[in-house]
């Protein structure tokens, strides 16, 4: 299984690749990471998109799962 970086996100930042922090030794954002599980999702297929939906969406429950609040 590997994982392949799909985009760089931060809703503070309009474009990333052209930041430049006024102090560089001191600045914050919120930086997301989109991925993708490429093996699990190429694996995925089913009779309609709906049973490959159910399918894809394990993976959300496996990643949050033992998750409390």
């Known amino acids: 299984m590997n994982a392949e970086l799909k985009r760089l996100h931060s809703p503070d930042i309009f474009n990333l690749e052209s930041y430049h922090p006024e102090d560089p030794r001191k600045f914050v954002f ?38 409390r609040m």
């Open 30 to 67: 919120l930086l997301q990471l989109l991925a993708a599980i490429r093996d699990f999702l190429s694996e995925c297929s089913g009779e309609n998109w709906s049973e490959i939906a159910q399918k894809v969406s394990r993976l959300g429950n496996w990643e949050f799962d033992g998750y």
